[in-house]
């Protein structure tokens, strides 16, 4: 199984700040890779996919990139809204496995 | 628009069974694979099964192969998880999710939550 580890597991930040999250596979993954944010007692939202391809409908604060192993999300100007946790995925094989989760809290 | 609607959660004895269904609606059901997800209280996501568009081709987690069975019947635009032999491990709320090879999850339900308890 390809196993998908995030960085960091939580991270504080203020409105306005830029923040990067990171996400490394175990094995190359090309390009399948997405991220996802969710908020407490809700489904996850896709918020990226194919490593730097914004799903439509989210904001263009939002951007992804990477390839190969080792992947970023960033968000440029956090917005209280952005508070949250975030998942990276690799859609390559199956099992289809998840990072552990970032948690961005507010500063 | 795009809606999942998962029912069938609830409260089961470890051993127990449970048949979670999920009702499409707002898309061709039957041109797209689905997914199941789970999420036990606290954790993190976890993938559980996928079935391609025809249900042809069906994918396990090794935490659930051999207990769990994903099928969908396109006639009822239904996509279901059949799960026996539950153990308390198991316990978490469970997501249908749309998406198709090397794609990511664009659509997913509300959740419905399975208690595996005695």
């Known amino acids: 199984d390809i196993q998908m580890t995030q960085s960091p597991s939580s991270l504080s930040a203020s409105v306005g700040d830029r923040v990067t999250i990171t996400c490394r596979a175990s094995?190359?993954?090309?390009?399948?890779l997405n991220w996802y944010q969710q908020k407490p007692g809700k489904a996850p939202k896709l918020l990226i996919y194919?490593?730097?391809s914004l799903q439509s409908g989210v904001p263009s604060r939002f951007s992804g990139s990477g390839s190969g192993t080792d992947f970023t999300l960033t968000i440029s100007s956090l917005q209280p809204e952005d508070f949250a946790t975030y998942y990276c995925?690799?859609?390559?094989?199956?099992?289809?496995?998840f990072g552990q989760g970032t948690r961005l809290e507010i500063k | 628009q795009v809606q999942l609607v998962e029912s069938g959660g609830g409260v089961v004895q470890p051993g127990g069974s449970l048949r979670l269904s999920c009702a499409a609606s707002?898309?061709?059901?039957?041109?797209?694979?689905m997914h199941w997800v789970r999420q036990a209280p606290g954790k993190g996501l976890e993938w559980v099964a996928f079935?391609?568009?025809?249900?042809?081709?069906?994918y396990y987690a090794d935490s659930v192969k051999g207990r769990f069975t994903i099928s969908r019947d396109n006639s009822k635009n239904t996509l279901y998880l059949q799960m026996n032999s539950l153990r308390a491990e198991d316990t978490a709320v469970y997501y249908c999710?749309?998406?198709?090879?090397?794609?990511?999850?664009?659509?997913w339900g509300q959740g419905t939550l399975v208690t595996v308890s005695s």
């Open positions: 094995q190359s993954i090309s390009s399948y």
């Open positions: 194919a490593a730097s």
């Open positions: 995925q690799q859609s390559y094989s199956t099992p289809r496995t």
């Open positions: 079935i391609r568009f025809d249900g042809n081709n069906k």
């Open positions: 707002g898309f061709t059901f039957s041109s797209y694979g």
């Open positions: 999710a749309k998406g198709d090879y090397g794609s990511g999850h664009d659509y």
